[in-house]
């Protein structure tokens, strides 16, 4: 027997088996996908009962996103019609469990929509912020990083000292190469003329030159910034332990993703060799091989994409097992993280003793249309909201003016290959 909700059929079978406090249900579950930056965001909005409560979550998985929406829309959402909002953790193991094959960023994303709207439903029935749920602060604010890339060292070194000057007192320093260029820095077209693919990027002069341009960092930038390098994946065991010993002199705050998420087994042997902490697992779509990486030496400082490991639920367990081995935190936030998604992230940052670092990200104007409320850093500092929940809205009339882009990282990714044609981690 189904009864409706607003229009909406409950499953007999997805209810508690336990008698709710209150009259209060869930109503509606629905994606909104958006792309104010370009970069297409997918949340999930989680209307309740009471009208005018309702709860925002972040479901982000920006390369899959029509993915992401219809396992929120067709499968995970019809499941919490009737539920009790506050039965937080019995819905994350339900829907978790329920697909039998479990997890993966697409259903894990679909997930941390459901799981942080539930907890921002929580935060505005308390009346308190997600971050006082958590059982309160541990410090003011999260420090933060941007971004400095450049097509040579000087441009690179340059924007590092604007954002320097700017209150910011770490930064992450990518540079580019002829070719298509590193990550995160852009190349010089053509630069292997020779080769089959003159684009390609090459990986014996990306070991030749990063040395340098942490060498002429340190020399500019003086010795007090954090300054950090993203690997991307990139590199093999032995290439990344011989650029790690390599940048043992300029003391960086951490070396990201030295090698593929395929090889984790492996990162032991690097963090093992390497002078410097080792951050990864932004590209974990799984709990427990996050847990992995932390019980099993691998990380200095646990990344995480929070929607990809289904939100702060085991977010925040992962979170617990950090600080409980004396690893560090230091979560991926840049474009293709919703603010909601970033709020969470702060909630995490400001309540865990664990925490080190977060990646931050300036959103454009245009983001703070969309959503209203959205987190702007303060010399650096990216302080809490402390309105209930997660302090930000959306507003749907400006979301809809920011239709996604299809295939926008493809036609990126699609292109990094070696000189010799072979394709490479974008
Ligand atoms: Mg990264």
Redesign the pocket.
């Known amino acids: 027997m189904t009864r409706p909700i607003d229009g909406m059929a409950v499953m007999p079978e997805t209810q508690a088996p336990w008698p709710a406090r209150d009259g209060l249900r869930i109503t509606a579950v629905r994606s909104i996908v958006t792309a104010p930056e370009e970069v297409p965001l997918v949340v999930v909005r989680v209307d309740t009962s009471d009208p005018g409560l309702y709860g925002l979550g972040c479901a982000t998985f920006t390369q899959r996103f029509h993915a992401v929406a219809a396992a929120v829309d067709r499968h995970v959402g019809p499941m919490l019609i009737g539920r009790h909002p506050a039965d937080i953790e019995d819905i994350a193991r339900m829907v978790h469990l329920s697909s039998y094959w479990r997890g993966g960023p697409v259903l894990n994303s679909a997930l941390s929509g459901v799981d942080q709207a539930l907890w921002d439903i929580a935060g505005k029935r308390a009346g308190m912020p997600v971050y006082e749920l958590l059982g309160g602060r541990v410090r003011a604010a999260a420090d933060t990083y941007l971004h400095a890339g450049g097509a040579t060292v000087e441009e690179t070194i340059e924007n590092a000292a604007a954002i320097l000057a700017d209150g910011y007192r770490n930064v992450r320093l990518q540079t580019g190469a002829p070719g298509l260029g590193n990550y995160g820095a852009p190349g010089s077209p053509g630069g292997y003329p020779a080769s089959p693919y003159p684009d390609g990027w090459d990986v014996q002069r990306y070991l030749r030159e990063t040395p340098k341009l942490f060498e002429r960092a340190r020399a500019e930038l003086g010795e007090e910034p954090g300054l950090m390098h993203?690997v991307?994946s990139r590199l093999t065991v032995k290439q990344a332990v011989a650029l790690a010993r390599a940048l043992e002199p300029y003391r960086l705050f951490f070396l990201?993703?030295p090698i593929p998420p395929e090889l984790y087994d492996r990162l032991p042997e690097v963090r093992e060799a390497a002078p410097m902490p080792i951050a990864a697992g932004?590209q974990v779509a799984s709990v427990a091989d996050a847990a992995r990486l932390v019980k099993d030496g691998g990380v200095d400082l646990l990344r995480l994409h929070v929607s990809a490991v289904g939100g702060l639920t085991p977010a925040r367990k992962l979170v617990a097992l950090c600080e409980l081995t004396g690893v560090g935190t230091a979560w991926?936030a840049p474009a293709d993280v919703s603010p909601i998604g970033a709020a969470a992230n702060v909630a995490l940052d400001v309540t865990s003793p664990a925490f080190q670092i977060q990646e931050g990200h300036v959103y454009p104007e245009a983001v703070h249309e969309v959503f209203p409320g959205t987190i702007s850093p303060v010399n650096g500092y990216l302080y809490p909201s402390d309105r209930p929940g997660w302090g930000i809205d959306i507003d749907e009339a400006a979301a809809v003016r920011h239709p996604p882009v299809t295939h926008l990282h493809e036609r990126w990714a699609a292109r990094v290959r070696r000189p010799d044609g072979g394709i490479e981690a974008p």
């Open positions: 993203d991307h990201e993703d932004e991926h």
